[in-house]
Each structure stands twice: as structure tokens, then as C-alpha cells.
Nanobody
Framework: VQLQASGGGLVQAGDSLTLSCAAS????????MGWFRQPAGKEREFVAA?????????VYSRSVKDRFTISRDNAKNTVYLQMNSLKPEDTAVYYC?????????????????WGQGTQVTVSS
């Protein structure tokens, strides 16, 4: 499956932004989907993930919980990341990825497919 992330941009602190990740040459099911981000000069970090079972179970990193919402529309083969109350520290390249391993979903190494990334810049 190929993943294409989009929706990044330059926003001000407190603004909202929604990222999309569309799958092609395959379907989102049976994959669990995750979002990661990588600030400049830093390691890639887990942001959020959504399962393909159990009524779309979700998990979030502590830094984005209550501000970000991950969702998926399997009919459209698309996963979303709604980001509210953005902060300058949210500035990063955001990546979507697909994995069949829910138990270790926070770890980049369990993901089979990655999108190309979309830049989110939050100005203060």
C-alpha cells in the first residue's frame, strides 16, 4: 500500500489543522494506522494511532492527548489527524504509517509502510 500525507502548512499558535493520509495501491484495512512527527534535528516520535478493530481503538502521546484526534474512513481509504490548539512545539514533519502490530503501535519499527511526510509549522 502507498500512503500520501497532505494538509500541512504554516499556522499560528492556537490554530487548528487537519492532516490527511490517503492510501493507494491497496486498502487501509487490515492496517492499524499511526501518525508520527519529526522535529528538525530530532528523532521521529509517536503522535497517535488508530486500530482497524475494536471500534477503531485510539491511542495518543501525552503531548497531544486532548488536542489531537485521529480518525479513519475505510470507505475513503483515508486516515485523518485533527490538530487543535496548536503550539510552536508541534512544529515538525508529520508522517502517516501502516502497521499490523497494534501491541507495539507506538514504535516506528513495527510499521510496514510510510507516507512521505507533510510539514507543519506553528508560529508563536
Amino acid at each position: 500500500v502507498q500512503l500520501q500525507a497532505s494538509g500541512g502548512g504554516l499556522v499560528q499558535a492556537g490554530d487548528s489543522l487537519t492532516l490527511s493520509c490517503a492510501a493507494s495501491e491497496g486498502t487501509l484495512p487490515p492496517y492499524n494506522m499511526g501518525w508520527f512527527r519529526q522535529p528538525a534535528g530530532k528523532e521521529r516520535e509517536f503522535v497517535a494511532a488508530i486500530s482497524d478493530w475494536n471500534n477503531f481503538n485510539t491511542v495518543y502521546s501525552r503531548s497531544v492527548k486532548d488536542r489531537f484526534t485521529i480518525s479513519r474512513d475505510n470507505a475513503k481509504n483515508t486516515v485523518y489527524l485533527q490538530m487543535n490548539s496548536l503550539k510552536p512545539e508541534d512544529t515538525a514533519v508529520y508522517y502517516c504509517a501502516a502497521s499490523t502490530d497494534w501491541r507495539r503501535i507506538r514504535f516506528p519499527r513495527v510499521y510496514d509502510y510510510w507516507g512521505q511526510g507533510t510539514q507543519v509549522t506553528v508560529s508563536s
